[in-house]
């Protein structure tokens, strides 16, 4: 470019001539260089030559200085210019929409009509997509109202253009009217209007339009098979999908890389992975899009490794992946046995540099805490520059997922710290958190955000607050938000009962039930796991059994949860010989839980004997859990058999099968205080211990005797 410049420049100085034409092409290349200094110099040369005020050459060199960004020198070039052509005057109000400056554009065209100039097709179409750009829907309306005064409204380019235009700014309804007022419609139009219903999600109208047009005899062209199939992709319709699939082959399109790209996208979303990978092979070239889409499909239908080995072949085929190959992958680690496979996609992804991508970050953060790594899913959070709610979200629901929600809410605590607001779906997160751990001041502080928020009249957030008043041991404010609900689905009167459950009221979960029923609502399995749970505070076997038995009528089959409430229910009760005679014979395997159950109720009532036979089944199913062998230990112990006491101990060193240190928390003003066995790191230590002191005494005084059996073994000081 410098070259054919200078060569102009010795030209002129020898005094030759230079014509129009050369100087048109040399204003063209300058502009194609973006080089700020070669453009300058050849204004300076336009200029020197006398060609200053020529439309002709202006018009290049307007947008010779718009390349470069430089809208003052391309104005100061626009105002030589003696009389401006309709070109001049596009290419200025051109350089004017190329910066977003929307409203000089329109002073432009304004100050063209009134100077005489006639608006052409052209300008009106540049200032259409102007307003397309800046969402200018007002603007656009105005600029509609000129064009259709000037004639323009059958131009087809024009026709689409605003259809285009109108649909983005949000006005379906005039996109609408102008494609049906159109005399005439080609393909453009046609795509125009199927890329407006695309916008606002109307798939089965992109369907309908789509029949019309091949009704009219229009040939579609690729853009359009893109578009349809992607609708046919939203709507998950494989049979229409298919359909198309045949258009597509008698059109010869199906090796084109867009519209294949397409239809293994829509193979996949409609779960046909065989017909998806079919499409796949046979397609000669394949992009990163292809690819992508074919690994969405395995990773969204669970298949980690298939989609782990795609992401392989295609780096063997030269395909670089980008930001969406790695959220697709991540998102297909879907359980724990992936956690390798995570761990190698978030390798590469350090190794391609998307590490310090938000979106990839975000979804690296997700999938560690999905999976249960939350120090792996901590340490990818901490790297994050400035973490989205969504970054938060996805950390604070996989500490909640783990039973970690006092962690959660202290994480909430810096979120907010940081001026970052809790969506909905944070607030319900939030909720369970404050339900497992107990924290009622932190509870009621989340449930006055979701009123504010207006958010309370969603079932969802009235079955979270109840659950999380009911765990916090407030029974009374449970009861007064179910009522206050406007509407009560199976979730929130499942909720209900279950809080009546927890706090034994087996009468109120009763009633619940039967006003439930009155409603057309039937019992699910966790509404009858909360009925069978307070039977058994109550140790009522026959209601027991009875609400065993209705549950089995009403066509829901026992899950392994209620058998181990029945069998809770007949160990509390007393009923040990029918408790172990249920759990030999009940049609699932019983677990660990039913198991420790009555060998705790053995302890109750002294049955060795059986108890025994309890150890046995626990020890051999989970021989490292600890609970086992402390009942065992302290039933032994009290009956005095040393021995058995001793040898279980070297029972237990054998199996590691040492309980984790026991604990328990407080909320004091908001703040949650955690306190575990053998812990001393409590700021407020020394004068907690003081306190105890101080209440050994008057304890002893009121007649309180631990019991030495379990002193010996647990180690319990008083």
């Not at 101990?649 to 205080?673: N, Q, T, Y």
Request: hydrophobic fraction near 40%.
């Amino acid at each position: 470019m410098e070259t054919s410049l200078h060569r102009a420049e010795i030209l002129v100085h020898r005094g030759m001539p230079i014509y129009r034409n050369d100087m048109y092409i040399l204003l063209q290349k300058c502009s194609q260089s973006k080089d700020m200094a070669i453009c300058r110099d050849a204004h300076k040369l336009l200029a020197f030559c006398g060609f200053s005020s020529l439309s002709a050459l202006m018009d290049p060199c307007i947008r010779m200085f718009t390349s470069c960004g430089s809208l003052l020198e391309a104005s100061l070039a626009f105002s030589n210019v003696s009389e401006p052509s309709s070109y001049t005057w596009h290419a200025i109000i051109s350089a004017h929409l190329k910066l977003g400056l929307l409203n000089h554009a329109f002073n432009l065209y304004y100050n063209m009509q009134s100077e005489g100039m006639l608006c052409s097709p052209i300008i009106s179409l540049a200032m259409v997509k102007g307003c397309t750009d800046q969402n200018a829907l007002s603007e656009g309306r105005i600029l509609h109202f000129h064009i259709m005064s000037c004639n323009f409204e059958a131009d087809l380019a024009l026709g689409s253009a605003l259809i285009y235009m109108y649909g983005k700014c949000g006005s379906l309804v005039d996109s609408e009217i102008i494609f049906n007022q159109l005399s005439s419609r080609d393909v453009v139009v046609w795509n125009a209007m199927i890329s407006v219903y695309a916008w606002h999600g109307h798939g089965h109208r992109i369907l309908e339009i789509f029949d019309k047009m091949q009704t009219e005899g229009l040939e579609p062209h690729i853009v359009t098979f893109s578009s349809v199939l992607r609708a046919c992709s939203s709507l998950k319709d494989l049979e229409k999908g298919r359909k198309i699939h045949g258009d597509i082959n008698r059109s010869h399109l199906e090796h084109d890389v867009v519209v294949g790209s397409a239809l293994v996208d829509m193979y996949s979303k409609c779960h046909c992975l065989t017909e998806a990978q079919e499409v796949f092979d046979k397609m000669p070239i394949k992009n990163v899009v292809t690819w992508n889409a074919l690994i969405t499909g395995y990773g969204q239908q669970g298949l980690g490794y298939p989609a782990l080995n795609l992401f392989i072949r295609m780096q063997c085929n030269g395909v670089k992946p980008d930001k969406i190959t790695f959220l697709s992958l991540l998102k297909s680690c879907d359980d724990t046995n992936t956690l390798d496979q995570g761990q190698i996609i978030h390798e590469q992804v350090i190794e391609d540099g998307f590490d310090s991508d938000l979106a990839v970050g975000t979804t690296l953060v997700d999938m560690y805490a999905r999976l249960g790594s939350l120090d792996d899913a901590q340490k990818v959070f901490d790297t994050l520059s400035n973490p989205s709610i969504i970054s938060w979200g996805a950390l604070i629901s996989g500490y909640v997922q783990q039973g970690h929600g006092l962690l959660a809410l202290g994480l909430y605590s810096k979120m907010c710290q940081d001026s970052v607001n809790p969506d909905k779906a944070m607030l319900l997160c939030l909720l369970k958190a404050c339900a497992n751990a107990g924290a009622m001041a932190q509870g009621k502080h989340i449930h006055d955000k979701v009123i504010r928020g207006e958010f309370d009249s969603d079932m969802r957030f009235g079955a979270a607050i109840v659950d999380m008043y009911a765990k916090c041991g407030s029974l009374d404010e449970a009861q007064k938000v179910f009522l206050h609900l406007r509407q009560r689905d199976i979730v929130s009167w499942s909720v209900m009962i279950s809080a009546y459950a927890q706090f034994g009221d087996v009468m109120l979960a009763q009633q619940c039930l039967e006003e439930m029923q009155s409603m057309g609502l039937k019992p699910d399995h966790g509404i009858y796991t909360s009925l069978l749970t307070a039977y058994s505070h109550t140790c009522d076997i026959q209601e027991g059994l009875s609400c065993f038995e209705s549950m089995k009528d009403n066509g829901i089959k026992p899950r392994l949860e209620h058998y181990n409430s029945m069998i809770i229910l007949l160990s509390h009760a007393g009923t040990l010989n029918e408790a172990g005679e249920f759990a030999q014979t009940m049609p699932l395997l019983p677990c660990t839980t039913e198991w420790t159950a009555l060998l705790a109720a053995c302890r109750a009532h002294g049955d060795i004997n059986l108890a025994s036979q309890c150890f046995d089944k626990v020890t051999k199913l989970e021989p490292n859990v600890a609970s086992g062998y402390v009942i065992m230990s302290n039933m032994y112990a009290d009956s005095e058999m040393w021995e058995d006491v001793e040898e279980l101990k070297v029972l237990r060193k054998c199996a590691s099968a040492w309980k984790k240190p026991g604990g328990a928390w407080i909320e004091v003003d908001m703040e949650m205080h955690t306190f575990l066995v053998d812990d001393q790191s409590h700021q407020d230590t020394g004068d907690i211990f003081a306190k105890l002191d101080k209440l050994k005494s008057p304890m002893r005084a009121h007649g309180y005797i631990p019991q030495g059996a379990d002193i010996k073994l647990s180690s319990v000081v008083v």
